[in-house]
Nanobody, 112 residues
Framework: QVQLVESGGGLVQPGGSLRLSCVAS????????MSWYRQAPGKERELVAR????????YYTDSVRGRFTISRDNARKTVYLQMNSLKPEDTAVYLC?????WGQGTQVTVSS
């Protein structure tokens, strides 16, 4: 079955960096588009970044473009989200997604 396991979240000060990882199993990873979403308390789930199956095309929501970078390692079946210049408004649970499948999420808290 499809499994997505995120890691790398934590508490970081404004301006800091984190790198999230999502290890996938149960499907042919290289053939699928992978996405990172986030959900803050009281807010709807939001698409943050997406990387298409070939790996060369990416999408970012406006609020993170230029600060976040999504990448993938097909050999390791892993998708990454490098987050730089973090802001308090980036605080949320970050979730890995493929089609209708979701990971359990990893908490990112940006606070001084």
């Amino acid at each position: 079955q499809v499994q997505l396991v995120e890691s790398g979240g934590g508490l970081v000060q404004p301006g800091g960096s984190l790198r999230l990882s999502c290890v996938a199993s149960g499907f042919t990873f290289a053939g699928y588009t992978m996405s990172w979403y986030r959900q803050a308390p009281g807010k709807e789930r939001e698409l943050v970044a997406r990387i298409f199956s070939a790996g060369s095309n990416t999408y970012y929501t406006d609020s993170v473009r230029g600060r976040f970078t999504i990448s993938r390692d097909n050999a390791r079946k892993t998708v990454y989200l490098q987050m730089n210049s973090l802001k308090p408004e980036d605080t949320a649970v970050y979730l890995c997604n493929i089609a209708s499948y979701w990971g359990q999420g990893t908490q990112v808290t940006v606070s001084s």
